[in-house]
């Protein structure tokens, strides 16, 4: 006799349940010792990042791989335990932080601990750690100003990333949201991010918070038409508007990849038109990965598209106007994140699958001007130029 | 950044005791969106390791609406990382069966995405508003709405082909 109920009636009764006891008991029991409640791993952990951190330091002194001159001690800025996730808390740092002010011209970084560097544009690179800000996953994202002060969005494991604040002296630590993708506009007065419902890397609020009054302005971003949400996988200014990278989202299925511009007007953000960039989302062959502003071209945007078979990445300036792509230049591999001074002056991070048993993938930081490539440093995972 | 929404589950005082209660309807949920190869208690029991791993569940708004995001979120990441997987085979050549099938008038459901079969569910089954289907999918009234219309657009085209 058939079974008249709904059929996702009768899907919902699948299977033998092993009851609610044993399924929560299982749950506690697969629970990952949580070093921030538990004392003595901190310290073991610390002392392992001491060891390794001194083994690191050492291996680079020995190897002079890189023209890197690095001021303040890296050692004692990544001994201090990582922020916990709990929701509420505040990022802090328990390391007496170093002064460093950034180089009068510079280049911020984030390098793998989650500690952000000032490369000075010159010939003479050298790095100044500040140890405030900390990562604890190699997704983040910078947005600097012209005295320094960072925002850095980090990532939690699970679905809670933040974006911190911190001075240049390192001193101080802020959560400023639960949100992704930090970018300062031309001025470094409004701070534009991306934040989610629940689930921050599914981001599909677009924000623009201005800093001297903290006055936050939030839109959610979806298809007008269908309702189907967007997901925000870049943010960045264009002139005076906010350009976003997005995923249209079918059910769950990525299926397409928009820049969408916003602009700030009267208290609201106002859709102001887009541009396909075809079917994919970032993790799929000949997709777009980032966009970045094109420096003195308000009517441009940068952006790197992988090429189809994975091998190489373009780098790439797209007209607002048409959406047609010119290809500026094509690097081996998989490019992380870029920043322009110029057209013919790029810094990005170049992600090199390079097997090494102490420091696994290394991802080097390279500055393009004109054909010639050098590479500035290594072991960075996102770059960005101050805002003016 | 929460989205301030009505709560649909009760405040949790004994964790144990409240899933007990919220268990039955967690785990039905939990078979409605899983992948066919995924056992509906492993699914609820990931989405718990997750939320205990950011705290205790008592110090959530809405427990159950935040675990079956949760679930919605892990079905769908498995579904999309098995059709990635699924791609590269195809690129390369190699043979692998599309899905694995089984001699249930049910298999045909797994073609619906997990969203689609969770708005359809809580809509059509549970009979619950869209607006608190959206709560439960962590999404908006109106995409939990276009869900289940193209979960049952889907759900038709899976019943006439039946013999």
């Known amino acids: ?388 | 950044m929460s989205m301030p929404r009505t709560p649909v589950s009760p405040v949790v005082d004994d964790v144990d005791e409240w899933f007990r209660c919220a268990y039955p309807r967690l785990r039905r949920f939990a078979a409605v969106v899983a992948p066919p190869t995924i056992d509906p208690d492993d699914l609820v029991q990931d989405a718990l390791v997750r939320v205990l791993g950011h705290g205790a569940l008592a110090r959530l708004d809405d427990p159950v609406a935040y675990l079956c995001r949760t679930m919605t979120n892990l079905a769908s990441d498995r579904r999309r990382r098995w059709r990635r997987g699924q791609r590269a085979h195809d690129r390369l050549g190699s043979d692998r069966s599309p899905l694995p099938s089984y001699p249930s008038d049910l298999a045909d459901l797994g073609r619906l995405r997990p969203m689609e079969r969770g708005a359809v569910y809580l809509h059509d089954v549970e009979g619950r508003p869209f607006d608190e289907v959206a709560t439960l999918l962590g999404c908006t009234a109106a995409a939990a709405r276009q869900a289940a219309v193209r979960g049952r657009d889907h759900l038709r085209t899976l019943m006439k082909v039946e013999p």
């Open chain 1, 1 to 388: 006799m058939t079974d008249p109920r709904h059929p996702l009636d009768r899907l919902a009764d699948r299977g033998q349940p092993r009851g609610a006891d044993e399924v929560l008991g299982a749950a506690r029991a697969s629970q990952p010792a949580s070093p921030a409640r538990n004392p003595k791993v901190w310290a073991a952990a610390a002392a392992v990042v001491v060891v390794i951190a001194g083994a690191l330091a050492m291996l680079r002194d020995d190897a002079q791989t890189t023209r890197v001159q690095t001021v303040d001690d890296p050692v004692a800025s990544t001994t201090a335990p990582a922020p916990t996730t709990t929701p509420t808390t505040t990022p802090t740092t328990s390391t007496p932080p170093p002064v460093a002010r950034p180089p009068a011209k510079y280049f911020g970084f984030a390098l793998e601990a989650g500690i952000v560097a000032f490369v000075d544009h010159g010939d003479d690179v050298t790095v100044t750690e500040i140890g405030g800000v900390r990562g604890e996953e190699s997704e983040t994202s910078l947005a600097v100003d012209a005295s320094g002060v960072v925002f850095h969005h980090r990532a939690f494991t699970g679905c809670r990333s933040d974006i911190v604040r911190t001075e240049p002296d390192g001193g101080s630590a802020v959560l400023v949201e639960n949100a992704v993708h930090p970018a300062l506009d031309a001025d470094g007065a409004r701070l534009a991010y991306a934040s989610g419902s629940e689930c921050t890397p599914d981001a599909d609020l677009l924000s623009v918070r201005d800093l001297a009054t903290g006055t936050t302005t939030t839109v959610p971003v979806g298809d007008p038409d269908d309702g189907l949400p967007w997901r925000i996988t870049d943010v960045e200014w264009i002139g005076t508007r906010v350009a976003i990278l997005a995923n249209q989202v079918d059910g769950q299925e990525p299926a397409s990849q928009w820049v969408t511009l916003w602009a700030p007007d009267a208290g609201a953000l106002r859709f102001d038109g887009q541009v396909s960039l075809g079917v994919g989302d970032p993790s799929t062959p000949g997709a777009v990965t980032a966009i970045e502003p094109a420096p003195g071209d308000a009517g441009s945007i940068l952006l790197t598209r992988r090429a189809a078979d994975g091998a190489t990445t373009d780098v790439r300036r797209l007209a607002l106007a048409d959406g047609e792509e010119t290809t500026l230049f094509t690097v081996d591999g998989e490019v992380g994140a870029f920043a322009a001074l110029s057209l013919d002056d790029i810094v990005y991070v170049a992600v090199q699958p390079k097997v090494d048993f102490v420091r696994g993938q290394i991802d080097t930081v390279r500055r393009r001007i004109g054909d010639d490539d050098v590479e500035l440093v290594e072991g960075i995972n996102s770059v960005a130029v101050p805002a003016a």
